[in-house]
């Protein structure tokens, strides 16, 4: 807070400041009264993993991607076996995946600049959404059916997804490299998908 020259303050003056030495008077401003400063106490930031908001919403966010996740695996079985074998599939599943990100969207603004192909772009960014919400889903199947797999377990689909989506969820969660890593998910996921798709599309012409 600065009083300024030639500001009059003919009564007392009162700070509310983070610190005392926020207050600056000039020299040729004039204060009648007295000035006192008062600092305001400082209160801790209460973490969101101590609110019983963050663990609802988050039951919330896994019973609705399970939910999601138990309806897609069921009408498209194909999708159970999508996966990314080794680092150099995950790689280039990652780089389709950014490439998808980024491109989808610029194509439906240039698509949506004629009359006629306002209803492409706008199917496209649907289609586009629905694959960024589907993309950790899928993955996260992937994950749960290879964790069991490694301990010697055949389980239903349902169980993979179910440990999936919490093994997901658990990461995503981390502090600092979280968001990172929920990037990366997302991606990978993303270009799996799209791989799913080309396949699926080229094993359909072959037939």
Same mark, same amino acid.
């Given at each position: 807070?600065?009083?300024?020259?030639?500001? %009059?303050?003919?009564?007392?003056?009162?700070?509310?400041?983070?610190?005392?030495?926020?207050?600056?008077?000039?020299?040729?401003?004039?204060?009648?009264?007295?000035?006192?400063?008062?600092?305001?106490?400082r209160r801790p930031e209460k973490s969101e993993?101590?609110?019983? =908001?963050?663990?609802?919403?988050?039951?919330?966010?896994?019973?609705?991607?399970?939910?999601?996740?138990?309806?897609?695996?069921?009408?498209?079985?194909?999708?159970? %076996?999508?996966?990314?074998?080794?680092?150099?599939?995950?790689?280039?599943?990652?780089?389709?995946?950014?490439?998808?990100?980024?491109?989808?969207?610029?194509?439906?603004?240039?698509?949506?600049?004629?009359?006629? =192909?306002?209803?492409?772009?706008?199917?496209?960014?649907?289609?586009?959404?629905?694959?960024?919400?589907?993309?950790?889903?899928?993955?996260?199947?992937?994950?749960g059916a290879r964790v069991l797999e490694a301990?010697?377990?055949?389980?239903?689909?349902?169980?993979?997804?179910?440990?999936?989506?919490?093994?997901?969820?658990?990461v995503v969660e981390l502090p600092f490299i979280? =968001?990172?890593?929920?990037?990366?998910?997302?991606?990978? =996921?993303?270009?799996?998908?799209?791989?799913?798709?080309?396949?699926?599309?080229?094993?359909?012409?072959?037939?």
């Open positions: 807070m600065n009083v300024l020259a030639p500001a %009059r303050i003919s009564g007392n003056l009162t700070a509310h400041l983070p610190e005392e030495d926020h207050l600056t008077i000039s020299p040729g401003a004039t204060i009648g009264g007295e000035v006192d400063t008062r600092v305001r106490e993993y101590t609110s019983a =908001g963050y663990y609802i919403g988050q039951v919330l966010r896994y019973a609705a991607a399970f939910l999601t996740g138990l309806v897609l695996l069921a009408l498209v079985p194909s999708l159970r %076996r999508a996966w990314l074998d080794d680092v150099s599939q995950a790689l280039v599943a990652g780089g389709i995946g950014l490439v998808t990100l980024v491109a989808v969207p610029i194509i439906a603004v240039l698509v949506a600049i004629t009359i006629i =192909g306002i209803p492409i772009a706008v199917l496209g960014v649907l289609l586009w959404l629905a694959a960024l919400y589907f993309a950790k889903i899928v993955l996260a199947h992937g994950i301990s010697g377990s055949t389980r239903h689909f349902a169980v993979a997804l179910a440990l999936g989506l919490v093994l997901v969820l658990l979280g =968001g990172l890593l929920n990037f990366v998910l997302t991606i990978c =996921g993303l270009g799996l998908l799209v791989l799913f798709g080309w396949r699926a599309v080229r094993r359909e012409r072959a037939a």
